[in-house]
């Protein structure tokens, strides 16, 4: 008798995954009054997602980011880390204060995303940007490694950051104000890639016309207007973090202040 052969539809999955999330979002939405729990319900479903699908490697979490010189990020909705290396420095619930040495990436989560909702991501992502990774011991080995992203090269992993919608006003307009706002930037002080679930995703285009999710000389932000969104980020997302590495933590800069 010959065996019944099954293949996984990946496209299939993702797109059960998708129409839950929107369904989700429209309860939440019509049973919730206060926008704090909406936006709660909002982030906690895509972490939910992210948990999921990621590596387990990968930690995902809520809360800020500090460095060793005292500075520390906005209110962050997900925070991606590793899952082994991170210290907490503070819980309570599901909200930490991580060090920014652990961090790899950092996703925003917009019900409707306009521009003062993408103006407020920006902030966010430059005070993540701005948080200086030094707190790691040196490599004392001959082989050192270096990871090759923004078009240059890192001996540390630079944050990368993010931002899911629900909704949004045209794709178009939502890259016309990201051109907007991050025109002049240093190629690695951008919002690296946007998915709106109703939309698509405005990703980067690449001289040699490859997409990516991380801008690199010479490319360009474009809008993909996908049937499939989420698939499509989760897969730009998964091929940069798949790689992320981070060198031991070093906790005594963060303590060099401290009478004992």
């Known amino acids: 008798m010959q065996k019944m052969i099954t293949t996984m539809d990946l496209k299939e999955i993702f797109d059960e995954v998708s129409n839950q999330m929107k369904s989700d979002f429209v309860k939440a939405q019509k049973s919730l009054t206060h926008a704090g729990l909406k936006g709660e319900a909002n982030e906690k479903t895509v972490r939910k997602f992210i ?9 995902v979490t809520t809360g800020m980011l500090v460095d060793s010189d005292g500075s520390q990020s906005r209110q962050l909705d997900i925070i991606i880390c590793d899952s082994v290396k991170t210290p907490i420095f503070y819980q309570s619930g599901d909200t930490r204060v991580i060090p920014i040495e652990c961090a790899y990436a950092v996703i925003e989560v917009k019900a409707f995303l306009d521009k003062s909702e993408l103006e407020k991501s920006y902030k966010n992502m430059l005070s993540v940007k701005s948080l200086i990774k ?40 939502v890259l016309d104000n990201l051109n907007t706002l991050q025109n002049t930037d240093e190629i690695h002080k951008r919002i690296d890639s946007i998915c709106v679930l109703e939309k698509g995703v405005i990703l980067n285009q690449g001289t040699d016309g490859m997409f990516s999710a991380l801008p690199v000389p010479g490319s360009k932000a474009v809008a993909s207007f996908t049937s499939k969104p989420l698939l499509l980020f989760y897969a730009l997302m998964s091929v940069i973090l798949n790689q992320a590495t981070m060198k031991p933590f070093n906790l005594m800069p963060y303590i060099k202040g401290i009478n004992f």
């Open 51 to 59: 948990r999921q699908y990621l590596p387990r490697t990968l930690d």
């Open 134 to 173: 030094k707190a790691y011991f040196g490599q004392k080995s001959r082989i050192v490694s270096t990871h090759t992203l923004y078009g240059k090269e890192w001996d540390y992993w630079p944050v990368q950051h993010f931002v899911f919608a629900y909704q949004s006003n045209g794709l178009d307009s």
